[in-house]
């Protein structure tokens, strides 16, 4: 069965850095489009960034543009996220989401989440 | 940006069908996907491009696009649907995923 597992979550002092990691298994992974997607404590659903199945495509939301970086190695099955200059408002649970693929952007298989505290 | 807007919340009785709006700027709104996140779990997919459901999902489970609000109507709503229920979209534009603020559905 599909699983994904996020990793390397914690507590960190705002300006530093964080890399998240995503384990994924039961199915072809390089076949799909991954994604990040947040929610802070109490708040709804952000998305965060998205990488084409190659890893060649990589699109941000604008509150991380800049400063965050995804990435993807097909061959370790494994998604990253690289977080720098973090601030409190990126305080959040970070879900590494699967896209269904080429007929749909939907979202059809989600972690756990992994969560982020950013505070001093 | 792009703005997908929900209603806050919506109540309904046990039985009764649920309808929850989900409206994009700019006019228009197209292949609308629904999530269902309730407390302490992470969000699962209802129902993807406007009106797909995934297998799991029950038929009472049912999405309708007019072009300018996408709908999401639970039928015979059962305690069990209490959740927090949030429509998405792909912006092609940007090339941005874009989440509405959420509607809480209670069940009375």
């Known amino acids: 069965q599909v699983q994904l597992v996020e990793s390397g979550g914690g507590v960190v002092p705002p300006g530093r850095s964080l890399r998240l990691s995503c384990a994924a298994s039961?199915?072809?992974?390089?076949?799909?489009?991954m994604h990040w997607v947040r929610q802070a404590p109490g708040k709804g659903l952000e998305w965060v960034a998205v990488i084409s199945y190659h890893g060649t495509n990589t699109y941000y939301g604008d509150s991380v543009k800049g400063r965050f970086t995804i990435s993807r190695d097909n061959s370790k099955n494994t998604l990253y996220l690289q977080m720098n200059s973090l601030r409190s408002e990126d305080s959040a649970l970070y879900y590494c989401?699967?896209?269904?693929?080429?007929?749909?952007?939907?979202?059809?298989?989600w972690g756990q989440g992994t969560l982020v505290t950013v505070s001093s | 940006s792009y703005v997908l807007t929900q209603p806050p919340s919506v109540s309904v009785a046990p039985g009764q069908t649920a309808r929850i709006t989900c409206g994009g700027d700019?006019?228009?709104?197209?292949?609308v996907h629904w999530y269902q996140q309730k407390p302490g779990q992470a969000p699962v997919l209802v129902v993807y491009d406007d009106r797909g459901r995934p297998s799991e999902i029950p038929e009472r489970f049912s999405g309708s696009n007019s072009g300018n609000t996408a709908t999401l109507t639970i039928s015979w709503v059962e305690a069990g649907d209490e959740a927090d229920y949030y429509c998405?979209?792909?912006?092609?534009?940007?090339?941005?995923?874009?989440f509405g603020g959420g509607t809480k559905l209670t069940v009375l």
């Open positions: 989401v699967r896209e269904m693929g080429t007929e749909s952007s939907s979202y059809d298989f």
């Open positions: 998405q979209v792909w912006h092609s534009p940007t090339d941005h995923w874009v």
């Open positions: 700019n006019g228009g709104t197209r292949n």
């Open positions: 039961g199915f072809t992974f390089s076949r799909h489009g």
